[in-house]
């Protein structure tokens, strides 16, 4: 059974700065592609940041994000991360990890970060 399983969010300031994380098990955690998505009611999901699978890791960033997020990736854990600095109101969201392999798609169940005052 695959499960991703996200922990890290929370509330910060505007201007602060947070580490989420998802730990992959029941896949080939270091075969896939891993991405952070982010979600506000009444709004579709939407792509926060990806990285590819172990060799390359190439990464991918939403333009409202670039140089202000960071993914990354350790396949001796399972795990990726999101660092994020600079964080703004509008970065408030659940923010759900997701994994892509051999054309399956996986979802984690999110973690909520708020930016706020």
């Known amino acids: 059974q695959v499960q991703l399983v996200e922990s890290g969010g929370g509330l910060v300031q505007p201007g602060g700065s947070l580490k989420i994380s998802c730990v992959g098990s029941?896949?080939?955690?270091?075969?896939?592609?891993m991405g952070w998505y982010r979600q506000v009611p009444g709004k579709q999901r939407e792509l926060v940041a990806t990285i590819s699978a172990a060799g390359s890791a190439t990464t991918t960033y939403a333009d409202s994000v670039k140089d202000r997020f960071t993914i990354s990736r350790d396949d001796a854990k399972n795990t990726v991360y999101l660092q994020m600095n600079s964080l703004k109101p509008e970065d408030t969201a659940v923010y759900y990890c997701?994994?892509?392999?051999?054309?399956?798609?996986?979802w984690g169940q999110g973690t909520l970060v708020t930016v706020s005052e």
């Open positions: 997701n994994a892509k392999i051999f054309r399956l798609e996986y």
């Open positions: 029941g896949i080939i955690f270091s075969a896939s592609t």
